[in-house]
């Protein structure tokens, strides 16, 4: 990333990751952050490492595109609906 500001906006993000289980990402700001177009191979290792500083290697990462949103979720956070009925 270019500008630490996107950086400290991203470790925020993946905080809330860390915490909520799941996090969004805009797509202009991947545009914004890493002047691309869309989430790369590149863009994702640096989301992966920067991950890294916030979770570790303990939970895994999963992401979606939905409506010009990344939305990114640890699927531990979550149950399956069988489970509550």
Known sequence: MRHSHHEHELQTRLSQLDAMGYAV??????????????????????????????????KKISVQLINSRYVFVTPSSFQSLESWT
């Open 25 to 58: 990402i805009e797509e202009w700001e991947v545009r914004a952050w890493w002047q691309r177009e869309r989430i790369t191979k590149n863009v994702y290792g640096d989301i992966l490492e920067a991950w890294r500083t916030i979770g570790g290697d303990k």
